[in-house]
C-alpha cells in the first residue's frame, strides 16, 4: 500500500495535470470560435460561386471534355491523395481518423494496381505516413494554425497543373467535416475531376431564363477561369473545416481529461483517508496495548 506521503504527492500532480487540461480547453474553445466565424464568412461565398459554374455549365450546355477540370481520364493509372491533418496533437482521434481512412484510400487502389501520391498538410499526418512506411510525395507543414488563402492555392496548384498533364487521373480530399464542437466527420471527397452532380445540387432548374447577359469576355472564357478557382476555395473551405473541427477535439478531449482528472482526485483522496484512518487506529491500538503494559 503507498504511503500516505506518496498519495499526497500523487494528488498535487494530478491537480496540476487538470490546470494544464482545463487551460488547454479554454484556448481550444476561444480558437473554435474564430474558427467558426471564418468557415461562415467563406461558405457564402464558396456556394456564390457554386452557384454561378452551375448555372454557366447549364447555360453553355458544357461538353466536360471541352474543359480538363471537368474531364473524366478514361483509365485510372495514378491517384493523388491530400489529407488534411493538424501540426499538433492533443486532439483526441482527429488525426488518426483522417490518416487511417487516407491510408485506407491509398491501400485499395495500390490493390487495384494504381499509384498513389500522398500530399499531406500537418505534422502529424507527415509523422504518421513516415512511421508506417508510406512514401510521401509532398508535406505543407506549420501552415494549419495561420492558414491564408495563399496555402490553398499552393496546394491546388500543382495538383491541377499535374492533373490537366495527365499525369494524375483523380485527386481525392480526406478532411474532418465540422458539425458541432462534439461531431466531426471524416470527408473523403473526389476533388478532381469537378464532379457533374455539383453543378446540379447548387443550380435552380430555371438558371437558363435569367442567364440573358452581355459576357465580356465569353462566357467559356469566365467558365475556365472559374473551374481552378473553384477548386482553390473547396481546398481552403476544407481546411477551415479541418481547423474547426481540430480544435473541437481537442476542446471535448481536454474537457474528458479534466473530468477523468477530477475523478482520479477523488479516488486518491478517498484512499488517502483511508491510509490516514488506518495509520491512526494504528497508533491507538499501540497506546492502548502500551497501557496495559504498564497497569499489568
Known amino acids: 500500500m ?4 506518496d498519495i499526497r504527492r500523487r494528488i498535487v ?3 496540476n495535470t487538470r490546470k494544464i487540461t482545463k487551460a488547454m480547453e479554454m484556448v481550444a474553445a476561444a480558437r473554435l470560435r474564430r474558427a467558426q466565424l471564418r468557415i461562415e464568412s467563406t461558405r457564402p461565398y464558396a456556394l456564390d460561386m457554386l452557384e454561378f459554374i ?30 488534411l491533418t493538424a501540426d499538433r496533437g492533443m486532439c483526441g482521434a482527429f488525426n488518426s481518423n483522417i490518416m487511417r481512412r487516407a491510408l485506407e484510400r491509398v491501400d485499395s487502389y495500390a490493390a487495384q ?17 513516415r512511421f508506417q512506411g508510406y512514401r510521401v ?10 492558414t491564408a488563402f495563399l496555402d490553398a492555392q499552393a496546394i491546388t496548384e500543382g495538383v491541377i497543373r499535374r492533373y490537366t498533364n495527365d499525369i494524375i487521373d483523380r485527386v481525392h480530399l ?18 478532381l475531376p469537378i464532379q457533374e452532380e455539383l453543378t446540379s445540387l447548387y443550380c435552380p432548374l430555371d438558371a437558363c431564363e435569367h442567364m440573358d447577359f452581355l459576357f465580356d469576355p465569353s462566357p467559356e472564357a469566365i467558365l475556365a477561369d472559374l473551374l481552378p478557382s473553384y477548386v482553390e476555395i473547396a481546398v481552403y473551405r476544407a481546411i ?17 481529461a479534466s473530468d477523468a482528472a477530477s475523478e482520479m482526485i477523488d479516488d486518491l483522496t478517498l484512499a488517502m483517508n483511508r491510509v490516514r484512518q488506518a495509520s491512526i487506529t494504528r497508533e491507538i491500538l499501540e497506546v492502548v496495548a502500551g497501557a496495559d503494559a504498564l497497569s499489568g
Open 54 to 83: 452551375g448555372q454557366l455549365v447549364r447555360y453553355l450546355q458544357v461538353d466536360p471534355n471541352e474543359y480538363p477540370l471537368l474531364r473524366k481520364h478514361e483509365e485510372i493509372k495514378r491517384v493523388a491523395v491530400i489529407a
Open 240 to 256: 477551415l473545416e479541418g481547423m474547426a473541427s481540430e480544435h473541437g477535439a481537442r476542446m471535448t478531449a481536454m474537457r474528458a
Open 13 to 15: 500532480s494530478v491537480q
Open 174 to 191: 480526406v478532411y474532418n467535416r465540422f458539425k458541432s464542437p462534439m461531431e466531426q466527420y471524416v470527408t473523403d471527397q473526389i476533388l
Open 137 to 146: 510525395d509532398k508535406a505543407y507543414l506549420d501552415v494549419t494554425e495561420q
Open 2 to 5: 503507498p504511503s500516505l506521503r
Open 113 to 129: 494496381g494504381i499509384e498513389s501520391d500522398l500530399v499531406i498538410l500537418g505534422r502529424k499526418g507527415f509523422s504518421t505516413a
